[in-house]
């Protein structure tokens, strides 16, 4: 939804089905967070890799080739998980999960709310402003 429809009018929910699109939305929102989570540590891994692979390199220099060829040949190739890499869970995390919990918020959102987000906070929102527009937050 567009940042300018402040003004439209809120959908009429029962407090259940309001509750629920608040849950849902506070998923998706933890769903992006738990991504962006997964994503330091794709990063984190990435630079811990780069580190070995530097000492690779040094170690060989060093006259230590066996510990110089067991960087190379068994642990640079390793998977995070089940000899996959960090990128391929990022991706499948995105593409899979995350994917598949928006598409199911946003079509419980358009049946119940056409469409609007946030519909709690929204409500929230014009009640405190009407408060302070009427000035009853003085009394």
Request: charge should be negative; hydrophobic fraction near 35%.
């Amino acid at each position: 939804m567009a940042v300018d429809d402040a003004d439209r009018s809120l959908p009429e929910l029962t407090d259940d089905e309001e509750r629920a699109l608040h849950l849902l939305q506070l998923g998706i929102e933890h769903a992006y967070r738990a991504y962006a989570d997964l994503l330091g540590c794709h990063h984190r891994t990435g630079h811990a890799m780069d580190r070995f692979a530097e000492a690779e390199q040094l170690l060989r220099e060093a006259g230590h080739d066996g510990y110089a060829d067991e960087i190379r040949d068994r642990l640079l190739p390793l998977g995070a998980v089940e000899d996959r890499w960090t990128y391929e869970l990022v991706t499948e995390f995105r593409h899979g999960l995350v994917d598949e919990l928006e598409a199911f918020e946003t079509t419980v959102r358009d049946d119940l709310a056409g469409g609007l987000d946030h519909v709690s906070e929204r409500a929230q929102q014009r009640a405190w402003r009407e408060r302070a527009r009427s000035g009853k937050w003085r009394e």
